[in-house]
């Protein structure tokens, strides 16, 4: 069976344009569905599946281009409060392109009623933890 190309491998050569930063390990686009203006991806240029199969450096180097980011959408953005950062691991994490990246989330004042748990709301229900007492 022929596997489908990945799409953040190809992203570095056929859709380079969209590469805002890049250092010599990883690369930055914004997100294509962003969920909030300036929704950023982190994307190690090796293939490979998710955080887990990452090596030190390339930690470091998703750092490095993450903190950059932050202070350029906050610079550029002063509605700008807050952001989230995650990665999906798996199936059933919600992970549905199979090359590690990871997402920077600006959040403003007012984006969602309830913003106190953060991540903890990806499991609907779970992220009002002090209504469940």
Partial sequence: MIEPPCLFCELQTTGSERIVAENDLAYTVRDGFPVTEG???????????????????????????????????????SSIEGFNIGMNCGQVAGQSVWHCHAHLIPRRNGDTEFPKG????????????????
């Fill in 39 to 77: 929704h950023t991806l982190f994307i190690p240029k090796r293939h490979t599946l998710d955080y887990f199969g990452l090596v030190p450096a390339e930690v470091i180097a998703i750092h490095e281009l993450i903190l950059d980011q932050r202070k350029i959408l906050l610079d550029s953005d």
């Fill in 118 to 133: 953060g991540v903890r709301h990806v499991i609907p229900y779970k992220g009002n933890y002090e209504d469940l007492r």
